[in-house]
């Protein structure tokens, strides 16, 4: 059985920085490449980062590149993203997921392998 825990968020102010960590377990994850998806109020999902299981190939959604940072620990099967420098239009909640780069559709993709999501507020 596939479990997801998901950790981190909160609200900041602009400027400010946040951890989101997932917790997986119950399938091969140091063999699976991972995703970062986000929903904000009123808006579709929007992918915004990707990393390959060996690390080897990361990418960004233009709008966070230089600002968040995927990493992953495979010895501990977890995935995080580092948000910094956060902006108002960052207010979102964010899923881990098993979701390919450029991700367009829903939550009903591998949806076993989707974190309960993070609320992220930025506000002065």
């Known amino acids: 059985e596939v479990r997801v825990v998901e950790s981190g968020g909160g609200s900041v102010q602009p400027g400010g920085s946040l951890r989101l960590s997932c917790e997986f377990s119950?399938?091969?994850?140091?063999?699976?490449?991972m995703s970062w998806v986000r929903q904000a109020p009123g808006k579709g999902l929007e992918w915004i980062a990707y990393?390959?299981?060996?690390?080897?190939?990361?990418r960004y959604t233009d709008s966070v590149k230089g600002r968040f940072s995927i990493s992953r620990n495979n010895a501990k099967n977890t995935l995080y993203l580092q948000l910094n420098s956060l902006k108002s239009e960052d207010t979102a909640r964010y899923y881990c997921?098993?979701?390919?780069?450029?991700?367009?559709?829903?939550?009903?993709?591998?949806?076993?392998?989707w974190g309960q999501g993070s609320q992220v507020t930025v506000s002065s």
């Open positions: 997921a098993k979701v390919p780069p450029d991700y367009t559709g829903d939550y009903s993709y591998e949806e076993n392998y």
């Open positions: 119950g399938f091969a994850f140091s063999n699976t490449g």
């Open positions: 990393m390959k299981y060996s690390g080897s190939i990361i």
